[in-house]
């Protein structure tokens, strides 16, 4: 008997549902909780939401409306709901630049940001639920809530923690790390 024939040692059981949920779950999990770090850590560290974070969000909502174009998991409410919540943060874009001729201008109107965040609130979740839901076709339904649920918990512990280190970025981060990294030096970073 080799060590690897342990007569204690259980063979491990097949689970196809499981595994065809969790390992594409676990991409669409990643892909949204490196969209939602930048977003919350320079929120916390600066106070604001950068350009670059509000084009990122306007780029990944995109793809995932061409992606429901194309071959949609929804029907009826269901789908027309995706559809505007994937093309609102283009359409905010959009907007900011003909209402207000640049983004910058659009981001420091309070209430044009406040409907670019609550955009943001729903539309990242939406862009969650489409990437899970197409990566794991064939699923049950409870299995989809299950592991949403999951996904949606992560990320917003990933979004939580990156705005309370951007708050606290002192604690980890010195002014220098933000100059060779070619940011500007938050208004609260530890000088060395």
Request: aromatic share 10%.
């Amino acid at each position: 008997m080799s060590g690897n024939d342990s007569p204690h040692r259980p063979e491990p059981e097949s689970r196809p549902d499981r595994d065809r949920t969790y390992g594409p779950a676990a991409v669409a999990i990643v892909t949204i909780a490196l969209t939602a770090w930048p977003i919350a850590f320079n929120l916390g560290a600066y106070g604001v939401v950068f350009y670059q974070d509000v084009f990122q969000i306007v780029v990944v909502s995109t793809v995932a409306f061409a992606i429901v174009l194309v071959r949609s998991p929804y029907d009826g409410l269901a789908l027309w709901f995706t559809r505007i919540a994937l093309a609102a943060p283009a359409v905010w874009l959009a907007g900011a630049v003909l209402l207000f001729d640049s983004l910058g201008e659009a981001v420091d109107n309070v209430v044009y940001s406040l409907v670019g965040l609550v955009i943001a609130v729903v539309s990242i979740p939406t862009v969650l639920r489409v990437l899970v839901e197409l990566f794991t076709p064939g699923v049950q339904m409870l299995e989809n809530r299950r592991v949403l649920a999951y996904a949606v918990g992560v990320v917003t512990l990933v979004a939580a923690a990156g705005f309370v280190i951007g708050s606290n970025n002192d604690a980890f981060l010195t002014c220098d790390d933000f100059k060779i990294a070619g940011s500007d030096q938050p208004t609260n970073c530890a000088a060395q």
